[in-house]
């Protein structure tokens, strides 16, 4: 049976990791680009589980399951995308305040960007504002997400964002924050440019923030 983009989607959406392994094979032997297998293949197959999870259909357990499967595809791709010079769409420096540990939401908000054709550098947990500041610089990034869960190391996103601004960096990327305890207001009071209450929401954002519409992912 010749590959078919559709089998490709829909075992990504599934959390079917070893039937979507098995698609993106079958379409590489048959020759089907790298990249289109991405636009039009993961991330379609990821913003249908997006909107899934919205409409209360898929869950997060689901969701992470779905975006592992993505994953597994992505690892095969991404080293013959370094062949053929395509760039991604932009880079997102992720990571968890100083301070806290908790990396579950954040993995989660990774995960999903990656899917939406983002490339992100995670810096994991305990991030201090000088190692955003470095990840800022050494990959030309334009967004930087900030995580928290703990209302103790909130504060911590405030303080990154004053110290990227002493380095002349706020012109330059744009700040999104998330975490159980965020807040529409908190996000103003820090200036930060907008908060996402899940992973979902979290790449409208991000996209919206980089001049990439949501209906491109």
Known sequence: MAFSVDVLKQAVIAGNSSGALDATRQALSEQVPPDWLIDQGLIPAMSEVGKLFEEGDLY??????????MQACLYIL???LSETDLKPQASVVLGTVKGDMHDIGKNLVRMMLQGAGL????LGTDVSPEEFIHAIHA????????????TTTMTSMQTTIQA???????????IMIGGAPVTESFTRQIKADGYAPDATQAVRLARSLLGLGWEDA
């Open 60 to 69: 997060i357990p689901e969701m992470m399951v779905a975006a592992r499967a």
């Open 78 to 80: 991404k080293p013959m």
């Open 119 to 122: 490339e992100v550098i995670d």
């Open 139 to 150: 990959h030309a990034a334009k967004l930087v997400g900030l995580s928290a869960l703990l």
């Open 164 to 174: 990227i601004e002493q380095a002349g960096l706020r012109g330059q990327v744009k």
